[in-house]
């Protein structure tokens, strides 16, 4: 079963940067898609970037530019380094592993709160 435990959320003012991280742990089957998604308070989750075994990236478009997703392979850690950030950023943001074009495999972190001040 894998277990996912995320870090790094909190609150920065407007044009501030966070670092979300994720580290998996136990058996990790068929996984070759890392990623985050994002869901703001009285909306429906979102998917923000993900990254692939092969080092491809995806960017949702409002975060092109400001986002960046990168993995450790060895740790088996997904990162989200988050700049230029604005309160429209403001959401409890989501590990995702999974498989692409297998919805059967999806695993999910606990949810980290990312909060941007005016």
């Not at 995806?58 to 988050?82: A, C, H, I, P």
Request: aromatic share 10%; proline share 3%.
């Amino acid at each position: 079963q894998v277990q996912l435990v995320e870090s790094g959320g909190g609150l920065v003012q407007s044009g501030g940067s966070l670092r979300l991280s994720c580290a998996a742990s136990g058996s990790i089957p068929s996984i070759n898609s890392r990623g985050w998604y994002r869901q703001a308070p009285g909306k429906e989750r979102e998917w923000v970037a993900r990254i692939t075994n092969g080092g491809s990236t995806l960017y949702e478009d409002s975060v092109k530019g400001r986002f960046t997703v990168s993995r450790d392979n060895t740790r088996d850690t997904v990162y989200l380094q988050m700049n230029s950030l604005n309160p429209g950023d403001t959401a409890v943001y989501y590990c995702h592993y999974g498989r692409i074009g297998d919805p059967l495999v999806s695993y999910w972190g606990q949810g980290t709160q990312v909060t941007v001040s005016s």
